[in-house]
Structure formats: C-alpha cells, structure tokens
C-alpha cells in the first residue's frame, strides 16, 4: 500500500521524453545526472544526529533515498553549511558536524556547491576548512576557493563520467552581508564575471555545461522576473541547463529552446530543502531533478529527466528521534498519523507549484 499517488512528475513530451516507468538504458553513450536542493543542519538536527557517546550519526537521514542517488552517474548537492568545527551551530551562522559530510557522501553524492549565502558563516577559517574537508574525503565541488590560484585551476569545475565531460558553474546573490577576507574567494552572481566563466567553459570543449545558482527570493513559490531573465542570458550564452537554490521551498520546473539549435535546455528554479529542520508550509521538503543524456551522432542531448518529490520528517512528528527524508512513494508503515498528514500536504502543494509555467 502507498501513502498517495505516485508522486514522480513529468513535463510535456520534449524530444523524447520517458515515462516515469520506462527503464533508461544504461549504455556507453548515456548518463544521468542527479540533483538535490540545501542539505541543511539546524540546531534541532545537530541534537538529533548526536547519541549518548557523543558521537554523530546521521546513518538515519538518507537511508530511504540513499539508492535513487546512487543510481545516477553523477549526484549534486546544494551544501548550505559550512564545515567550520566546534562549537556546532545551526541557524543563523552554520557550522555542521564532520559527520554529516561523511553521511552525504555515503550517501551517493559526488559534487557539491558550496557558494550560497552561508559559506562564510565562520569566516575565513570556515571556508577553508570546509574546502579542507570536501578535498580529504575526494567530494568534488565549486564556489569557494581559498586563493585565486585554487579557482584558476580548478574553475569551472570538470567532471568525466562515462565519456561525458561535464562542467559546473556555481554562484551566489550574496553572503549575507559577511565581506569575503583575502585570499579567499566566493563566486558571485556577476554577468561581467559569470560571462568570462562560461566562456572559459566552453574553451574546455564540454558535452554538458550546467550553471548551479543560488538565487531567488526566500519562501517565494515563484520565480522573479529576474531570475527568469537570468536563466534565458545564461542559456543565451551557451550554458545548457540551469539549477537554482536558497528559496527554500521548490519552484516551477521547464524547459526552453533556443534560436539556433534544436537543443532543449532544463531550467530548474529552485529544488527547496532535501534535508532541513524547517517546518513552515512548503519549506519541509523538497525535488530534486535527475537529467538523462544520450550521444546522437556525436551530439549530446537530454532525452528525458525526472522531478521528484521529498518530505524530511524531524522528530517532532516521529517517534524515531531523528531527521528522515522519506520520497514520493514511500510505504505507509513508514510513517505515523501525524507524519503522514504532513506527507500528503507537502506533496499535494508541491503538485501545485510545479503545475505552474514560467515561460509563457
């Protein structure tokens, strides 16, 4: 028995777009890519994970999603905390157990972006130990870079998977007022510099080039005008899909064309919260967005992609003591009365909101 109705949703057809129970084959000219909204520690998460040795076990978080990541080529996170040490802190200046890295990267991820209003809540040493921590456990990721040099070499970030070459942009609106301290650097949302950047990208002859953005207006269900005109300049300019982050609720989902190709380019607003102690209406869950591309005749196109929906119940509503993302289809014995009131309101709002078309 399920919760509800299957809550894997799917865009008009585009190309050839598959349904939600068409098995991708996996080939040596096919990849998928998978993303995930803000990986979050709040107060309320950082006392749940901590046990009675003291130790801090987040084994429980991504138990029931832990698959689906790992079943693409390549998984992406959004990480809105930084790996500054003890003392641990939740909102409103971030610094997550070690931990909880560890526990992302087990389960599945592979790439995460780390420029967003957060990444210097400990300042200068936050960043770099956050830097620090993602290099020692081989995580790759974009957006923070202790020096120049750090950026010039490992900027845009380059991923080879399956005879793809992907690149990924990351940038930020801002850091919450908090000045960047030399030598570090974060990317900002800057067209002047984001134009260099894809340029950059494109010398590096990629198949896929995706710009991660951390914009948009908080607990908004909707774009703003700008960030739709952001999203069309950067397509535009040659980049191929666009993710964005921070309004911590989803946004609308679609897809564009352009004016020279038959290319479709995915634009993804904003995924919301994967894992989160927020519990306002919309914030307590999230999508995330796994993109299928082939190679036709030496060109790389996205054939087909999937959204899908995730709720975290915390313990507040669970008996369990611990933060669990739960997916769109999970069983019902999973969940309690209360959690399961949750469920099926988040994912019936969420049906809503990406119901809505951006590009009309």
């Avoid at 901590?50 to 084994?59: A, L, P, Q, V």
């Avoid at 809540?121 to 130990?129: A, I, P, T």
């Avoid at 299928?292 to 060109?299: A, P």
């Amino acid at each position: 028995m399920k919760v509800v109705k299957r809550y894997i949703l799917r865009l008009l057809p585009a190309v050839m777009w598959l349904s939600a129970t068409t098995v991708f084959a996996v080939t040596s000219d096919t990849l998928s890519i998978f993303f995930a909204g803000d990986l979050m520690q709040h107060e309320a998460q950082i006392r749940a994970a901590k046990n009675g040795e003291g130790i801090y076990d987040y084994s429980n978080n991504f138990k029931y999603v832990r698959s689906y990541i790992r079943s693409a080529d390549i998984a992406v996170g959004n990480l809105e905390v930084t790996l500054g040490g003890a003392p641990y802190r939740g909102y409103p200046a971030f610094s997550a157990p070690d931990e909880f890295l560890y526990a992302i990267r087990d389960a599945g991820f592979d790439v995460l972006m780390t420029a967003n209003n957060h990444c210097l809540d400990r300042g200068r040493s936050g960043l770099e130990r956050t830097v620090k921590m993602l290099d020692s456990l081989k995580i790759k990721h974009a957006g923070t870079y202790v020096n120049k040099e750090e950026r010039i070499h490992n900027y845009p970030l380059l991923v080879e998977k399956n005879g793809f070459k992907v690149v990924f942009l990351n940038a930020t609106y801002g850091t919450n007022g908090i000045s960047v301290k030399e030598p570090n650097i974060v990317n900002f949302i800057d067209r002047e510099q984001l134009k260099c950047d894809i340029i950059k990208a494109r010398l590096m002859k990629p198949d896929i080039i995706i710009a991660f953005m951390h914009w948009g207006v908080e607990y908004k269900t909707v774009p703003s005008s700008e960030e739709i005109n952001l999203a069309k300049w950067l397509v535009d300019m040659g980049v191929d899909h666009v993710i964005g982050a921070h309004p911590h609720v989803i946004q609308p989902v679609d897809v564009i064309g352009d004016a020279v190709s038959p290319q479709k380019h995915l634009v993804a607003f904003s995924l919301g919260n994967y894992i989160s102690n927020m519990s306002a209406r919309h914030t307590d869950g999230g999508l995330s967005v796994k993109l299928f591309f082939k190679k036709v005749h030496g060109i790389t196109r996205l054939v087909s992609f999937e959204k899908t929906l995730v709720w975290t119940s915390r313990p507040a509503l669970n008996s369990k003591s611990d933060f669990i993302i739960y997916p769109y289809n999970v069983d019902a014995s999973c969940l309690g009365d209360t959690e399961r009131q949750c469920f099926i309101r988040y994912m019936n709002d969420a049906e809503q909101i990406l119901g809505k078309n951006v590009f009309q």
